[in-house]
């Protein structure tokens, strides 16, 4: 008894000396939209290494100044939690950031070609051109796709690939000669190589509906080299830093092998250079292969084990399986076609694996777009469940547009929950022209799952189909309209931006049971972003262009502009020297 009394006076004695020690950093004249219901708006935060040590008014934390202390005046800026993307691929896409022409953002078609012209122009002999997602043809004044014959004009004899969404790809002339398709070369399972009526390729490749036909051709490309990974990647993650993200939860990815290709992401939090939060999750590659996949994995990672760097806290460690368990369970969001009938073979190959990750207590997360998928993953889940327990792990649904009351129940009576993500943004006009107005009015329906009680987080699914611009996905679930002004979403189904912030900020740490990352709250990790404009003020069109003028990752700035530049390390110059990013940056 006597020890417990003193035990929990040791506690209280650390806490109270924690909040009086005098700060390293004050932020302070901000309008600070906390995300704690206990104090929702303040004035000013205090930092102690890598966590807040106060919140409140300037009076209460300017208390806290010792001579060592940073200021930073807000100015009278919004500050809110730093965004957590529950659902994008960085690893992968950090890896090829420098050399994407990003359209996205961009408002004319006519821009986007004028870019890809200049881009052609400046880019060396033995690399490419390439657009890899983040558009469509809404967001553009003229209101349509590019012509085969507008891209080879713009592009000449320089290569280039331009992804759309998940379910075209085009390849220039210079493009199909450099990567050897001809009129012989076969169509892959469920794609297609588009011929003339002479049976020659026109450069058109088609998902019908498996994506595997534009990936498998992306992945041919030239890669950069070491130096210039590590500079994209950094280069990318300062781009999610200007937008206010603090943390990324990494979904894995085609053609994004454990642990060959994350050296890169490796190498950087070895010296303390992550910038963001980034738990990641591994993607079974190869289908018949995924139950010996994650054998392996977990024999290699212990999963509760987060070796430190000795410099930050940035959480970057392997958090589990997926979103890809097994390809039979791939449903893919091409709503260009009809939804693909999964399998005979999906709970068989499925259910192994479940059990294999739920035996060693390894969270997971499942792909699944289509209630008929979510119902028979979660016959596979409850079977397992009835012979080992899930027991609290954590476990979740990715995208889930079309879920069913029924199925959320039965998530959560399972403990799981949901990651939704902006794609409807997207791909919202075509999903009306296949299944109706009506069904994309819930589309997911996100308001039944929070009614349930089903934790639920936002995301991007960024980068090859949707952006990773988060402000897009806040856009989109406040107003439910796509990025090219179509209603895709009832007004009833949308969510204020308070509700809506909180999905994208501590909804990510909810689904996977932390609870202390996502508010600016006493003894929480120090996630800033103080924003260059009023989240919660601003009319609905510009939440698309908002972003972060200071972003605080683990209680150290890592991105500033214009008067708060100078808190944070200056920025790296983009290597190689063509790359698109040196010139027009990512999000336009």
């Given at each position: ?410 998530i959560k009576a399972l403990g799981g929950g949901i990651a939704i993500q902006h794609r409807m943004a997207y791909q919202g006009e075509h999903f009306i022209r296949r299944y109706g107005a009506e069904a994309a009015r819930n589309a997911p329906p996100v308001k039944k799952m929070l009614e349930l009680g089903i934790p639920v987080a936002l995301g991007t699914d960024g980068t090859r189909v949707a952006s990773y611009n988060p402000w897009v996905a806040l856009y989109w679930i406040t107003t439910g309209k796509t990025i090219g002004g179509a209603q895709v979403m009832g007004i009833e189904n949308t969510l204020d931006r308070n509700a809506a912030l909180s999905l994208l900020t501590f909804g990510g740490y909810a689904l996977l049971k932390e609870t202390n990352k996502g508010k600016i709250k006493e003894g929480f990790f120090a996630d800033i972003s103080l924003l260059d404009r009023d989240y919660f003020s601003v009319p609905d069109q510009e939440l ?45």
């Open positions: 008894m006597n020890r417990c009394f003193f035990f929990v006076l040791f506690v209280m004695c650390s806490i109270a000396s924690f909040a009086q020690r005098k700060a390293d950093i004050i932020l302070y004249n901000g309008k600070v939209h906390t995300g704690d219901e206990a104090i929702p708006l303040a004035e000013a935060i205090a930092v102690n290494g890598n966590r807040i040590s106060k919140v409140g008014s300037n009076k209460d934390v300017l208390r806290l100044k010792g001579n060592g202390t940073k200021m930073i005046d807000a100015k009278g800026h919004t500050v809110i939690p730093g965004l957590f993307d529950s659902h994008l691929h960085v690893i992968r896409g950090g890896r090829f950031y420098n050399t994407e022409l990003r359209w996205d953002g961009v408002k004319s078609l006519k821009r986007a070609l004028q870019m890809l012209k200049e881009q052609a122009e400046r880019t060396p002999s033995g690399q490419w051109v390439r657009v890899v997602g983040g558009w469509n043809e809404f967001q553009f004044e003229e209101k349509r796709l590019p012509t085969i014959e507008e891209i080879n004009a713009a592009t000449g004899n320089t290569p280039a690939f331009i992804l759309y969404l998940y379910g075209k790809a085009w390849l220039n002339k210079a493009g199909l000669k450099q990567i050897g398709i001809t009129g012989a070369t076969a169509n892959p399972k469920g794609g297609l190589i588009e011929k003339d009526s002479e049976g020659n390729p026109t450069g058109l490749l088609v998902a019908e509906p498996n994506a595997f036909i534009l990936y498998s051709t992306l992945a041919k490309l030239p890669e950069l080299t070491t130096e210039e990974k590590i500079n994209s990647t950094l280069q990318y993650m300062a781009e999610l830093n200007r937008l206010g993200v603090t943390a990324v939860m990494d979904a894995g990815g085609g053609f994004q092998n454990f642990p060959d290709d994350y050296g890169i992401t490796d190498s950087l939090n070895t010296v303390g250079k992550i910038t963001v939060r980034l738990p990641y999750f591994l993607f079974a590659q190869k289908a018949g292969s995924e139950l010996a996949d994650f054998t392996r994995w977990t024999n290699m990672v212990d999963i509760d084990v987060h070796h430190a760097n000795g410099i930050n806290e940035i959480d970057y460690h392997v958090q589990g399986g997926g979103e890809n368990l097994v390809a039979d369970a791939a449903d893919f969001e091409n709503f260009l076609f009809p939804r693909p009938e999964l399998p005979a073979s999906l709970e068989a190959s499925l259910k192994p694996v479940i059990r294999m990750l739920v035996q060693r207590r390894w969270p997971f997360r499942l792909h699944a777009t289509y209630n008929e998928s979510i119902s028979r993953d979660l016959d596979v889940i409850e079977a397992v469940n009835s012979e080992i327990p899930l027991n609290g792990l954590v476990w979740f649904f990715d995208h889930a547009e079309t879920v069913s009351e029924e199925n959320m129940r039965r698309l262009s908002i972003t972060s003028k200071l972003t605080i990752v683990d209680g150290k700035p890592v991105y500033g502009s214009a008067e708060f530049s100078g808190f944070a390390p200056p920025k790296l110059l983009v290597i190689p020297a063509w790359s698109p990013v040196k010139y027009y940056g990512g999000y336009q």
